[in-house]
């Protein structure tokens, strides 16, 4: 239990002295999962909503989570790296995901100090895959939970 | 050209089209029948080419369906998936609104457009065979006429609008606007497009006030003309209502019984989704309209009948930004620049009294002139874009007018071959003289400007203290403050989130791109936030002067935008630009939001959110009110102090327009307008906010009163 607790407190001074003293607490995260961009045709492939909290332990970020209204069941989850909150980029993790229309997502991914820096930045981002939308259905860039009053 | 002038010159294309397609090109007998793509040629000049152009080119908003343009969007992907999109996205305001075949036919005729073959099957919903496979994207050289008389599948007829003054009768007593009442506004009236020359959309009036607003009911409603895009600002004077309809249909009515008095159809009528008015001027004892087909009219205040007529742009350039009249001169805008051609955006100005050209000033900062070497060496017909589709405004004692530049087109430097060049005057602020129509300075807020992040909106103007300043806030969400005499650059502030720039300098407000932006390449999906709806749009701020605030409706959605190569030749170019959709994060689905900022230190004094997207202008009244109206119908009063709504209540349709306040014998009324079509504001939340439901008509206007008890 103390060692824990020690790597979070020796993370979020490292943070501090990165990225100074009120990013320091981000060590929780939260998001809520939205339709991935589409076009009008696509729409009704893309449906659905859900719900993920994110914690950051040292360098290794845990998500959990939970999603449903899908059109047709989920084939994955995968944790994304873009250039800024809002903006796509590559998968940097894989999640796991309930293979339904409706379920759970969760994993534990570890972070280098580029990808946590962009998580504090708001540029990392979940995204829930599913049969009829294999490129996304669902994503959501996780944020501060400090923040999100 | 009408638009039944223009579906009958549509369908001879189309059949000279099918011609030259039955004559060669892709072989196929499994896609669609030549009777189909003769029947897509007239629906699509009904539904489609409002926003595709008539030659399938692509204009604001709607790209280009044709060429290689079409064929980077569409040849990989299915015939199936061009029906669904067709039969589930468009028209744009009213999607899903075209019948199972009608959508067919479009296919048919956009695919025989690209060169694909006829065959002797029908086109059906389920009919899938890769584009690229059946069309090449080259248009057909020889072009045989349609058979005659061919009807339309799956479509009702339409009536047939009649033209003219439609409606004879006399305004009695009408009062002659003068130089001194534009200056000056006589509380109860409402004689421009945002009240007063500074642009504040704010009425002096307070018989409506913050405790009895929730006594508001309805005095009468008027139906508007259907179609187009219904954004109008009801122009009132000593009791009498100038509204400007779609199509291009201006009318007087009495302000108090809601009575017609004259209407001058002037036409012509109005496309699927774009062209409305927002505004009709009044100088004199004329009414001035631009129309959407570029000409500018002076009617009769008295009788509606046309005094004179000029053309401001060849076709197919249109207006629908309003007009101002500033020293006996009418001042208009222009856009559907979006092609390229032989004539540049401009600005221009006429006498009041006889419609004669007065000045011309070139949006598009043309070869050998100041600024041209900003496009990166283009000749001038390749430099599109730069439309003015807002009314400016005007500071009498500076004597000048303060105008929006619209983006450069194609919306994508990467496709419109500019590099990291400014293109002068994209984007800008412009000072002229209204006498002359010189140049006094500009400040160009986005060089280079590349996701259709329009700066083009409302200038305000407000004195603080000796120093006289001027806000703008464009679709990047950025408010921006000048100084406006020299045109210097004070203060910015964000107003919703932004990823588009990693700075903007706050000593000189210069912005920076994200790096992605800055090396995008033609094919690649760029992340937008906000997108193209805003941030802010046409929906104006209001200045409320009593509390210094500026009352800001903004949008909040993100697009990814992906840039094709376009069609180089005349009539190419256009946005050259294919989007998705999504909410912006962080914003819990809410695409609305009010903001308040105090003007002399930006600081946001309130905000609230809503799902629905504010689709109006903002109101302010003495009464410490401001006025809104969104997309999911509801009209709303607020508290200009809190942001505390004290009343709504819900209309026909989506709430859209230029609310305005006027008063006849002591009683203050509240008018706004209901509205479908226009662009991104309409475009993005039908299609994300998957609740709100809308009837597919419903343009009227609305006025508002208390009991006559009050």
């Known amino acids: 239990m103390v060692r824990p607790r020690l790597c979070i407190r020796a993370v979020a001074a490292v943070l501090a002295v990165c990225f100074g003293s009120a990013l320091a607490a981000d060590t929780s995260f939260t998001t809520e999962l939205d339709p991935v961009a589409h076009t009008p045709a696509e729409r009704a492939d893309v449906m659905g909503t859900g719900k993920l909290t994110a914690e950051l332990a040292g360098d290794r970020l845990s998500v959990s989570g939970t999603f449903s209204g899908l059109p047709s069941p989920a084939t994955g989850a995968q944790l994304r790296m873009g250039l800024a909150m809002g903006v796509p980029g590559p998968v940097i993790g894989e999640l796991s995901a309930t293979q339904s229309t409706e379920g759970s997502i969760s994993g534990s991914i570890t972070l280098s100090s580029r990808q946590i820096a962009a998580l504090v930045k708001g540029a990392i981002y979940v995204q829930l895959n599913s049969a009829r939308a294999p490129e996304g259905n669902l994503w959501g860039w996780l944020q501060s939970a400090a923040g999100d009053q | ?710």
């Open chain 2, 1 to 710: 050209m009408t638009s039944r002038k223009t579906a009958i010159g549509l369908c001879a294309v189309a059949g000279l089209v099918l011609g030259a397609v039955a004559n060669g090109a892709q072989q196929s007998s499994t896609t669609f029948t030549l009777a189909q793509a003769q029947a897509g040629a007239a629906e699509y000049a009904e539904n489609c080419a409002g926003c595709h152009g008539d030659n399938l080119a692509g204009k604001t908003n709607g790209p280009s369906l044709k060429g290689a343009a079409f064929m980077k969007a569409w040849g990989e992907r299915g015939t199936k998936e061009l029906y669904q999109y067709i039969s589930t996205a468009m028209p744009p305001g009213n999607p899903g609104s075209l019948s199972p075949d009608t959508s067919a036919d479009i296919v048919a005729y956009v695919l025989a457009y690209n060169s694909a073959k006829p065959g002797n099957l029908r086109f059906e919903a389920g009919s899938d065979i890769k584009v690229s496979a059946i069309a090449t994207g080259a248009t057909p050289a020889l072009l045989p006429q349609p058979a005659s008389g061919q009807p339309m599948s799956g479509r009702r007829s339409k009536p047939i609008s009649r033209h003219g003054l439609t409606v004879a009768g006399t305004v009695e007593k009408y009062v002659p606007v003068t130089e001194a009442m534009l200056t000056h506004p006589p509380d109860g009236d409402w004689l421009m497009f945002r009240r007063n020359y500074q642009g504040w959309s704010h009425s002096p009036l307070r018989q409506i006030e913050t405790s009895n607003v929730h006594e508001l009911q309805l005095a009468w409603s008027w139906t508007m003309s259907q179609g187009g895009a219904n954004e109008a600002t009801p122009i009132v004077h000593d009791g009498i209502i100038f509204l400007g309809n779609t199509g291009n249909v201006v009318q007087a009515l009495d302000a108090k019984t809601g009575e017609l008095i004259w209407e001058n159809r002037i036409g012509p009528d109005a496309t699927v989704a774009y062209y409305g008015n927002r505004s009709l001027a009044l100088y004199g004892d004329k009414v001035f309209i631009a129309s959407s087909d570029a000409h500018l009219y002076a009617l009769d205040a008295r009788t509606g009948k046309i005094v004179w007529k000029v053309e401001i742009a060849p076709a197919p350039k249109g207006e629908t930004g309003g007009v101002i009249v500033v020293r006996g001169k009418v001042l208009v805008g222009m856009m559907g620049c979006d092609n390229y051609s032989t004539v540049n955006c401009h600005i221009s100005a006429y006498d009041a009294d006889t419609g004669k050209r007065d000045w011309i000033f070139y949006t598009t900062a043309l070869e050998g002139t100041p600024g041209g070497d900003t496009w990166n060496g283009l000749p001038n017909r390749q430099r599109a874009g730069t439309d003015t589709w807002i009314a400016g405004t005007y500071d009498p004692e500076l004597n000048t007018t303060y105008w929006g530049v619209a983006q450069a087109k194609p919306w994508m430097r990467a496709s419109r071959k500019t590099g990291d060049a400014a293109v002068l005057y994209s984007g800008s602020t412009l000072a002229l003289d209204p006498d002359t129509g010189k140049l006094k300075w500009y400040f160009q807020h986005v060089p280079g400007e590349s996701l259709d992040l329009d700066t083009v909106y409302e200038r305000v103007l407000i004195d603080e203290g000796a120093q006289k300043t001027l806000f703008t806030i464009g679709k990047d969400g950025i408010l921006w403050k000048l100084d406006r005499e020299s045109g210097k650059f004070l203060a910015e502030e964000q107003t919703v989130f932004q990823n588009v720039f990693s700075k903007v300098d706050p000593e000189t407000g210069s912005v920076t791109y994200r790096d992605d932006i800055l090396t995008q390449k033609t094919g690649e999906w760029i992340a937008s936030c906000p997108g193209p709806e805003g941030g802010h749009n046409w929906q104006a701020t209001s200045y409320d002067a009593p509390d210094d605030l500026l009352i800001i409706p903004l949008s909040q959605s993100c697009v990814l935008m992906n840039g094709q190569e376009p069609d180089m030749g005349l009539g190419g170019g256009g946005i050259s630009a294919t989007e998705k959709f999504y909410f912006m994060p962080g914003t819990h689905r809410n695409m609305g939001k009010l903001a308040a900022y105090r003007a002399a230190d930006m600081k946001q004094i309130w905000s609230f959110q809503q799902s629905a997207p504010f689709l109006t202008a903002v109101l302010t009244t003495d009464g410490g009110l401001a006025f809104v109206g969104d997309f999911d119908r509801h009209f709303k009063a607020v508290a200009v102090k809190t942001g505390k709504i004290l009343w709504q209540t819900r209309l026909g349709n989506t709430v859209q327009g230029y609310p305005v306040s006027f008063s006849i014998n002591g009683r203050q009324y509240i008018a706004v307008t209901t509205g479908l079509g226009g662009g991104s504001p309409e475009e993005k939340p039908t299609d994300l906010l998957r609740d709100v439901h809308r009837p597919s008509t419903g343009q009227e206007l609305y006025v508002f009163a208390l009991p006559e008890t009050h």
